[in-house]
């Protein structure tokens, strides 16, 4: 059986690559495995096609995106206000 050629994990950060190979489990896959592997889709259609459904590119966006400054403290209060602070200082420009 051949095997596939393993990609080099990702050394540094205290961590070598005998420390990766000690604790993968997960045993390598042959050239057998791979030609008889399934897509996603063919295994989990439903899932595949609820992943597909998700939100996508707008067809007409409706904002534009901009790099805008402010003081440090104005944007702290926002977010300590919660999830959607973007969208309420979005409605106070409107405002103003």
């Known amino acids: 059986m051949t ?3 393993k990609q080099k994990a ?3 950060k205290g961590y ?3 420390d990766w190979d000690a604790v993968s489990d997960t045993p ?3 050239a057998e495995q791979f030609v ?3 897509l996603f889709a ?3 259609p439903l899932m595949a096609e609820k992943m597909r459904r998700a939100r996508g590119p707008q067809k007409a966006p ?3 995106a901009v790099q805008l400054r402010l003081d440090r403290d104005v944007v702290e209060r926002f977010r ?3 999830k959607g602070w973007q969208s309420r200082i979005n409605e106070i420009l409107k405002r103003a």
Request: net charge positive; charged share 30%; hydrophobic share 35%.
């Open 3 to 5: 095997k596939i050629k």
């Open 10 to 12: 990702a050394t540094g």
């Open 36 to 38: 008889q592997a399934k």
């Open 16 to 18: 070598t690559q005998e």
């Open 80 to 82: 300590a206000s919660g």
């Open 62 to 64: 409706t904002k534009v």
């Open 28 to 30: 390598e896959i042959t």
């Open 42 to 44: 063919e295994v989990f």
